[in-house]
């Protein structure tokens, strides 16, 4: 206790020197004076406070007098209060430095501080400004839906942000320590920086540094100038709390067993997603913490040798560059955004640099690698009389390809049986490129899985109008007309006729709608409406859970490039030239099976139909709908209708997955096949985030790595042509 108070006594005394050292290296922080930060609403005097604690007080003797009646209540609030003291103890046994500072008793966390400032001018502190000065990770979040255009929307934004977190969340003042907005403008967030915990991430706060950005990345990017805000911010912090941004550290999670929390080993700079259960800061912006990291890294290297940082002599627009290296020597060209005679220096701890020359705009180098380290980011800057510039070279080395031949057959044989190879020994036959044309000028015949297996009623409408054929005879013009299966008929009723058939076939001559489908993607975009003809008609099909049926399919006929144009398989979130480089394999695999030697399994030979929609099946096929919001897939059909991917001037199966873990596979291991020669094992430098898994059957191209090379600047065709040795792109 004596030790306690003595830390609060000093504490008080230096606060106003800390308050005067917040200043960054290299950074031009806009402070909490600046931007507005209202400091009352940190004292237990705000009106707010008060009103909590009546409301408080009065709930608790809600609970203590009739707990009968509230036992549920009751006893969830207990199970939660158990289950958090748990949680603590166990950070106190075995973790002491990373206790949870929020909720826990000055009596346990003080002696682990560095100090505890209690109040301030005078006032009490609603929440302790609790300092650790110990920080080994950094946190990066977003703000979700709060945006702001420039600084003075985003002024009036915090202001907003720091009654949420204060009073909404408890938290006694805003949860990060910094926040970046579009234009690339740092904001000190929380106060009694440097050193001061913050409240951005539950069970982690004590020594980790929360950064938010400021916008939702679900579906937009992030601006360039708030990832070098991001880069110069991260450095700084790194340069002022010794941070390796590859140095591993624990950060803890919570489970649903005692002591409901478990430890995770991460690199030090971590987004919020890889510490706790969320999905933050979303997709786009997710894949820029390696560029992020080597960025980090090479600064701080740079740095250590200069002894000062100068962000304005900087440019930090990398150019990315995707490298096989083949030996442990490796030329490399880089092109520059600027011209000059230059001088070349190299700051890594793998790799060194033997020659340099430049050529206008151009820089040729060679590197040498000092001491192993596998496959990934190397950051490289080039310095000349008046530039800096940090890039990012993605160097694969033949040591870490030839390890990955050595292994993975046998990993293959434990994780899938002989059976599964079985599944697929229809789908591997080449179909020469002559004969592409003609299967291009042909209609694409979709049995629509879920229609057809759950079929009774469907009401449909044509926006125009349609032509139904009820037999050979029977031809009608229709608006409107609905369907209704028995299990020996059809009746179609058009207005007040009513006709009993076989089988019918929609002519569609506009859009048809099926009303009472009620297909909706999660962005909210209804899949009910096609073009095309729609047939009904009793056939074989082959159920996902109850095997071969004959049952009555709806298959949609299309030409070629609507088909294409429909499948969900990217959208409009992915870079431009991952979804060409997907749009080639999808015509590909379309031009396959509609070559009459090649047949699915889930196909019947003497079928209708030669596709399935569900992409458990085939192709995520969407219909019409998927036109509205897919402005880059229609763009790489305008500009890639003529171009083809070949091996041995045929047109060959092209697979792709989502992520695996650190590779792909065969042909071979994942099919048995030995006529495969173009899907071969090949190093895929991103991973799922369980780095032992795929998440797909793992062949060919990984759209994760994909994503990543096109992010850094990889055109379709060295893309194709990394995942598909020997193809050729014309």
């Known amino acids: 206790m004596k030790k306690l108070l003595l830390i609060m006594w000093v504490s008080l005394f230096f606060s106003f020197w800390f308050a005067a050292e917040r200043d960054l290296k290299g950074v031009n922080l806009i402070t909490r004076e600046q931007w507005g930060a209202d400091e009352t609403m940190r004292q237990d005097a705000h009106p707010w406070y008060e009103w909590w604690k009546t409301n408080t007080d009065a709930y608790d003797q809600w609970l203590a007098s009739w707990w009968n009646s509230a036992n549920e209540v009751f006893e969830q609030e207990n199970e939660h209060r158990e289950h958090y003291h748990d949680s603590n103890e166990w950070l106190l046994e075995f973790h002491p430095k990373d206790i949870d500072v929020q909720e826990y008793g000055l009596e346990k966390r003080g002696f682990s501080l560095d100090q505890v400032v209690q109040q301030e001018w005078g006032n ?40 949420q977190h204060s009073f909404s969340r408890w938290w006694g003042d805003i949860g990060y320590h910094f926040l970046i907005d579009s234009e690339g403008n740092i904001y000190e967030w929380r106060a009694g920086w440097p050193g001061v915990i913050g409240a951005h991430t539950k069970w982690n706060n004590t020594r980790t540094i929360g950064i938010a950005l400021m916008g939702d990345f679900e579906d937009a990017k992030p601006t360039q100038a708030m990832l070098n805000a991001l880069t110069m911010l991260s450095t700084s912090l790194a340069w002022e709390y010794s941070i390796d941004p590859f140095a591993k550290q624990t950060l803890f999670k919570t489970s649903d067993a005692s002591p409901y929390l478990f430890g995770v080993v991460q690199e030090s700079i971590v987004w919020h997603k890889d510490a706790s259960a969320t999905s933050c800061p979303w997709i786009e912006i997710i894949d820029h913490i390696p560029v992020l990291k080597a960025q980090v890294s090479a600064l701080l290297s740079y740095f250590k040798i200069r002894g000062e940082i100068n962000f304005q002599e900087i440019s930090l627009d990398p150019v990315r560059i995707v490298h096989y290296a083949t030996g442990e020597e490796t030329q490399i060209a880089i092109d520059l955004p600027w011209w000059t005679n230059l001088s070349c220096e190299i700051f890594h701890e793998w790799v060194d640099l033997t020659w340099c020359r430049s050529d206008w705009a151009s820089i040729f180098v060679t590197l040498v690698r000092t001491q192993y380290h596998g496959s990934g980011s190397i950051p490289l800057i080039i310095e000349s009389w008046d530039q800096l510039s940090v890039f ?67 009401d449909l409408s044509c926006l125009q109008w349609c032509t139904v054929r009820l037999d050979e005879e029977t031809i009608v013009n229709v608006e409107q007309l609905d369907v209704l299966a028995f299990p020996d008929r059809l009746e179609v009723s058009v207005g007040a006729q009513v006709y009993e058939t076989s089988e019918i076939q929609i002519i569609n001559n506009g859009i048809v709608r099926i009303n009472n489908y009620g297909r909706v993607w999660p962005t909210g975009q209804w899949f009910n409406e096609f073009r095309g003809d729609l047939r009904i008609q009793q056939e074989s099909l082959r159920h996902l859970q109850q095997g071969w049926k004959q049952w009555r399919t709806v298959v949609n006929h299309v030409n070629f490039d609507d088909y294409i144009r429909w499948l969900f398989e990217v959208t409009d979130k992915n870079e431009s030239e991952l979804v060409k480089a997907v749009y080639l394999a999808t015509k590909n695999y379309t031009a396959h099976y509609l070559d009459g030697s090649n047949v699915h399994p889930f196909v019947p030979v003497d079928a209708s139909y030669r596709f399935v929609d569900d992409n458990r099946i085939m192709h995520q096929y969407v219909w019409y709908g998927i036109e509205l919001s897919s402005n880059k897939r229609n763009e790489a059909i305008r500009s890639l209708s003529n171009t083809r991917i070949t091996y041995e001037n045929n047109i060959v199966l092209l697979p792709y997955y989502q992520c695996g873990p650190g590779y792909s596979r065969s042909g071979k291991e994942m099919f048995g096949r030995t006529d495969t020669p173009w899907l071969q094992n090949t190093l895929d430098v991103t991973s799922c985030a369980n780095s032992s898994t795929f998440k797909g059957h793992g062949v060919w191209m990984s759209l994760q790595w994909a994503q990543a090379m096109a992010r850094a600047g990889v055109k379709v065709e060295e893309i194709v042509k990394w995942w598909y040795e020997g193809a050729d792109v014309n």
Do not use: C
Not at 399 to 419: C, G, K, N
Not at 421 to 446: A, F, G, M, W
């Open 124 to 163: 009490e502190l609603r929440w302790p400004l609790n300092y650790k000065d110990d920080k080994k990770s950094i946190v990066i979040h977003h703000t979700a839906w709060i945006a702001a255009a420039n600084r003075e929307e985003a002024e009036v934004v915090l202001q907003g942000l720091q009654v």
């Open 392 to 458: 990012t070279l993605i160097l694969l080395w033949q040591e870490d390809l030839d390890q990955l031949l050595q292994h993975r057959e046998d990993i293959h044989r434990q994780s899938y049986p002989l059976a599964l190879q079985s599944r697929v020994q229809k789908i591997t036959k080449p179909v020469p490129y002559e004969n592409l044309q003609d299967h291009l000028s042909q209609d694409v015949s979709v049995m629509l899985y879920e229609l057809s297996t759950g079929f009774s009623e469907r």
